[in-house]
């Protein structure tokens, strides 16, 4: 819809213009890959969701090599403006991008939409970022599926890990939402310098204590990437990430046995992320050294958190159940809701945001702007009252590590501690661990 909205506004301002899309994101404007939209592909495609009228990427836009290919692409099809769709990685693309296409004279804007899913994208401009709100429905219907099933069955806990590698606003809105018994929030963890084993405590606590209501079952939502925020296994994976730059490329290691890698690795690794590598269970270990994303860091989605969680409880419980002090039941299910609320099909606020900001995107270009971002403000205000305007990216700005070099990024927004969507959860949390107060 985003594209819809740019393609309306730019043949309503003159029916000769044209709008291409590059094909599989960034790599498409650096390789020349393209279609030209005409009425009959965009009209089959409004208010749908997904991205597959062009499909998605995530190659960086960063080298002068890749700077100069673009460009020659724009000036083949005689582009005076690129619009770039997506999260911070892709809106930091259009930052440099932009910065590129000002310095060398080529009179080319870009302009950025603000997409993604894990909500990250926010601050005093943005509200929200697209697809959030579809992909926090589309979620919070799973959940509520699960915890009906809990409800009839009442024999299993599920764990329910849910997308949200850097922010825990997905996790948080389906909490909201569904109102499950327990909900950790990576951002809480970090703060409060939670270790492992405290969550555990906390977690097995819960369980123990509905157990003596009579009640062996429960919901527990664990953002994807809660992993990193625990303080000794942020450390571990920073400082794994950083050596894992050079392993990749090293043969010896490559071709190396698991209990070889973990080796090296623990070798390798500073004395005290070292010790925490080799106390996890090898399931992890190995996902942990698995590919790197294309900025060098973990993926985080490939690790089975609530695996390791539910192993690790079953633990204590074992022990506590020795010490005469646990005598309920603990049988468990682990899911991942990742892709299933990635393409969704969208809700209302969405299709109307999102047409929105692209109709707005080319107001932006038509005022002869370029390096700012999309938005549209007023949001939980009826559409008639929404605001239009333009943020210049680089007030979004900070410096970060990417492959062991520091290099600006647009700031991920985390989840607020002190903000009121955290309170509304915090004051209720307590409530929900003990009864069933399930939303579907």
Not at 204 to 213: C, K, T
Not at 290 to 303: E, L
Not at 335 to 351: T, V
Request: charged share 25%; glycine share 8%; aromatic share 10%.
């Amino acid at each position: 819809n985003v594209i819809a909205g740019l393609y309306d506004a730019l043949k309503s301002a003159n029916s000769s213009n044209k709008l291409y899309g590059f094909l599989g994101g960034p790599s498409g404007i650096i390789e020349g890959k393209y279609i030209e939209f005409t009425d009959e592909y965009i009209d089959s495609y409004r208010n749908t969701g997904g991205f597959d009228i062009i499909g998605s990427g995530r190659t960086k836009l960063e080298t002068e090599e890749q700077f100069k290919s673009s460009l020659e692409v724009c000036r083949k099809l005689n582009i005076s403006a690129v619009v770039i769709i997506g999260g911070d990685d892709s809106n930091t693309n259009a930052a440099l991008l932009a910065e590129w296409f000002v310095k060398n004279n080529t009179g080319i804007q870009v302009i950025g939409c603000p997409k993604t899913i894990d909500g990250d994208l926010k601050n005093e401009q943005i509200e929200i970022s697209f697809g959030f709100d579809t992909a926090t429905k589309t979620y919070a219907e799973l959940i509520g599926n699960i915890e009906r099933d809990a409800n009839s069955a009442k024999k299993y806990w599920h764990f329910v890990k849910i997308m949200g590698r850097s922010a825990s606003h997905v996790a948080l809105e389906a909490a909201l939402q569904t109102q499950p018994n327990i909900t950790l929030i990576s951002e809480e963890v970090e703060a409060k310098k939670m270790s492992l084993s405290s969550i555990i405590d906390y977690m097995s606590d819960i369980i123990v204590r509905r157990s003596e209501n009579g009640k062996n079952f429960g919901i527990a939502v664990i953002p994807e990437g809660l992993i990193e925020f625990i303080p000794e296994m942020g450390s571990m994976i920073s400082n794994l990430n950083d050596i894992m730059a050079s392993l990749e490329s090293d043969s010896s290691f490559v071709n190396a046995s698991s209990s070889e890698k973990f080796s090296i690795v623990e070798s390798k690794l500073e004395s005290e992320n070292a010790k925490v590598y080799s106390s996890l269970p090898a399931l992890i270990k190995e996902q942990l050294l698995a590919d790197r994303d294309p900025h060098g860091n973990v993926q985080v989605s490939k690790i089975e958190t609530e695996k390791l969680l539910i192993e690790m409880i079953s633990a204590k419980l074992s022990e506590m159940k020795k010490a005469g002090k646990f005598s309920g039941k603990f049988s468990s299910q682990s899911h991942f809701f990742g892709y299933e609320g990635r393409c969704a099909f969208p809700s209302n606020f969405d299709a109307d945001y999102c047409y929105s900001l692209g109709y707005n995107a080319f107001a932006l270009i038509n005022f002869g702007l370029t390096g700012y971002l999309s938005s549209v403000r007023n949001l939980t205000a009826p559409a008639s009252d929404w605001i239009a305007g333009g943020v210049p990216l680089t007030m979004m700005m900070n410096m970060e590590k990417r492959h062991g070099e520091m290099k600006p990024v647009i700031q991920k927004a985390l989840v607020e501690l002190d903000g009121p969507v955290f309170k509304a959860f915090e004051q209720n949390r307590e409530k929900w661990a003990k009864t069933d107060c399930y939303v579907f």
